[in-house]
């Protein structure tokens, strides 16, 4: 081989090896904080982890973390973020705070609040009231961009009927139960429209993308008061 030829080799190969290792960090990227929420789920489910819902302060106690999933004790204690609105749900782990009167059809004004939490979409009613809650997160624009947002409602895909939803808001906890889980098109928002019926019964929505890291359909878990 030339001195030549061995350049463009290397050359080309360099190229190839750069290519093969942005691709890697890409799904590294976009992926990763769903690729954690799943395994920690798995983990939890591998060791019979069960979690109880504490109504207290995320200041006052400390948050489960990875470390106490994997090696901690199985009966574990799931705290709000904050009592002025948080979420929690038990089944999956998660615990977040909820950001009200978040504009559903503002990129500009959701997208910067699903990095930090999950949002409540105006227009809707809060919880004890009539009508419909609306709650969303791990929204994105791009399929690229996913990995910056919070992906605690990632693990939706995995509540059932009869599951535990745990809503604190103005230092009240409101407790429902799941009824129902499916996929809808993106452009079904009659949810929004119906939300302030003050005929209709009470009901908690959980909305966030499906498949993950793209914006195709959206996944929907209903959820009623728990008599």
């Given amino acids: 081989m030339s001195r030549s030829e061995a350049i463009k080799f290397l050359?080309?190969?360099?190229?190839?090896?750069?290519?093969?290792?942005?691709?890697?960090?890409?799904?590294?990227?976009?992926?990763?904080?769903?690729?954690?929420?799943?395994?920690?789920y798995r983990i939890i489910q591998i060791r019979g982890v069960k979690f109880t819902v504490q109504s207290q302060q995320a200041a006052k106690s400390p948050q489960n973390n990875f470390a106490q999933i994997l090696t901690g004790s199985k009966e574990q204690t799931l705290i709000p973020f904050d009592p002025s609105f948080s979420i929690v749900i038990p089944k999956i782990g998660a615990s977040s705070q909820v950001f009200p009167n978040i504009d559903?059809?503002?990129?500009?004004?959701?997208?910067?609040?699903?990095?930090?939490?999950?949002?409540?979409?105006?227009?809707?009613?809060?919880?004890?009231?009539?009508?419909n809650i609306y709650l969303f997160a791990h929204s994105t624009d791009n399929f690229w961009d996913v990995g910056r947002y919070n992906a605690v409602f990632y693990l939706l895909k995995d509540l059932t009927a009869g599951d535990d939803i745990v809503l604190f808001f103005n230092g009240k906890r409101f407790n429902y139960?799941?009824?129902?889980?499916?996929?809808?098109?993106?452009?079904?928002?009659?949810?929004?429209?119906?939300?302030?019926?003050?005929?209709?019964?009470?009901?908690?929505?959980?909305?966030?993308?499906?498949?993950?890291?793209?914006?195709?359909?959206?996944?929907?878990?209903?959820?009623?008061p728990e008599l």
């Fill in 104 to 131: 559903p059809s503002n990129k500009d004004e959701f997208l910067p609040i699903l990095q930090q939490g999950v949002a409540h979409a105006k227009g809707t009613v809060f919880p004890g009231m009539n009508g």
């Fill in 11 to 40: 050359i080309v190969r360099s190229i190839g090896n750069f290519l093969v290792l942005f691709a890697i960090y890409g799904v590294i990227a976009t992926f990763g904080p769903a690729l954690f929420y799943e395994v920690q």
């Fill in 177 to 224: 139960k799941v009824s129902q889980v499916g996929i809808i098109d993106s452009d079904q928002t009659y949810f929004l429209a119906q939300s302030q019926d003050k005929n209709a019964k009470q009901r908690l929505i959980l909305q966030t993308c499906w498949p993950p890291g793209t914006t195709w359909k959206r996944l929907v878990v209903f959820a009623d």
